[in-house]
């Protein structure tokens, strides 16, 4: 086994079982084993199990984020004051700089990455199981966790037409389902995977960070990202596919209720939210980074101050007489 092959055994077993898990329990309610809807709502269970797994690290995501934002004009500042300056003391200045301000606000911008890069191992793990599904069968072996026998019942398994296991680069243009499906699936991962992104920087981004140059990557990162697994795709198995759609589809919706009802202060989705519970008479939420002790306590000191200021003119009164 190389070396890329040994790291990646854990999560191939890992992927494995927990699929074969979903399927087990799913064959005892009474669903067909050889079916394969049975297998896509496993892969649906796997991607379910994981990022439930990752909600953790989605909210230090969230926080990191957050963080990378409010830090833009100091970032732009740092950058306007090394403006120019390409010596090698200059650059190190600025870097060791830069580091100790992310330090000082606990934040840094690989934590955003997090989620993606957890994933990735898992996802390639999923890819070489469903991609190595023909060849185990063809061998008389199983892959990862999986027996031959369930190697044999997941190669003949097939939603609309088109087997789990085939790609649409790899045999799979012969078979008209396995074309329509690719097409639709890949479309459907592009898409959701550019209106997640798209709904951040409309509506959860501060004015300052969309004036900032970070800005500038994230649109980048708007349209090049949609474009690589857009492309990728025709290599995936419909099964990775599956996986790929739901996994996007979770962190739209997931996204989505970050963005309604937590979001990023100074945002318009932060605005949109004050107006909301205004409008029902509400008080304003304390998503500005407080706790919800110091939103209170900001909230008694201003009807404090609300009192004094009722209070002076009647001093003013006293003393005019």
């Known amino acids: 086994m190389d070396f890329i092959g040994t790291i990646m055994a854990p999560f191939k077993w890992l992927v494995s079982i927990i699929m074969i898990g979903f399927h087990d329990g799913l064959s005892a309610i009474g669903l067909p084993a050889a079916n394969g809807w049975t297998w896509t709502l496993s892969i649906i269970g796997l991607v379910l199990v994981i990022r439930a797994a990752l909600i953790p690290v989605f909210v230090k995501q969230i926080k990191a984020q957050r963080g990378m934002q409010l830090l833009q004009p100091d970032l732009k500042k740092l950058q306007d004051k090394y403006k120019g ?6 650059r190190q200045a600025m870097a060791q700089e830069q580091m100790a301000m992310y330090k000082k606000h606990g934040t840094n911008p690989f934590s955003a990455c997090l989620p993606m890069l957890i994933q990735m191992p898992f996802f390639f793990a999923l890819f070489q199981v469903l991609s190595g599904i023909s060849a185990a069968k063809d061998q008389g072996a199983g892959i990862g966790a999986m027996s031959h026998e369930q190697v044999v019942e997941f190669d003949a398994s097939s939603i609309f037409g088109a087997p789990l296991s085939a790609a649409l680069l790899h045999g799979g243009a012969t078979n008209v389902a396995v074309v329509v499906l690719s097409v639709v699936m890949i479309l459907a991962m592009t898409a959701s995977q550019f209106i997640t992104q798209k709904q951040i920087m409309a509506k959860n981004m501060s004015d300052e960070a969309m004036a900032s140059p970070f800005m500038r990557q994230q649109k980048m990162m708007l349209y090049i990202l949609p474009l690589v697994f857009g492309v990728g795709g ?41 107006e909301r519970r205004a409008a029902r008479g509400l008080p304003a939420h304390p998503l500005t980074g407080a706790k919800k002790a110091d939103a209170e306590a ?13 209070v002076q003119p009647q001093r003013k009164n006293r003393k005019r007489k």
């Not at 300056?85 to 200059?90: A, E």
């Open 85 to 90: 300056k390409t010596d090698q003391l200059s």
């Open 234 to 274: 025709i290599n995936f198995p419909i099964g990775v596919l599956i996986y790929w759609t739901t996994t996007n589809l979770w962190t739209m919706g997931q996204q989505f209720f970050v963005i309604r009802r937590m979001p990023t202060p100074g945002s318009p989705a932060a605005r949109a939210l004050a």
């Open 298 to 310: 900001e909230a008694a000191a201003a009807a404090i101050a609300t009192k004094s200021q009722r």
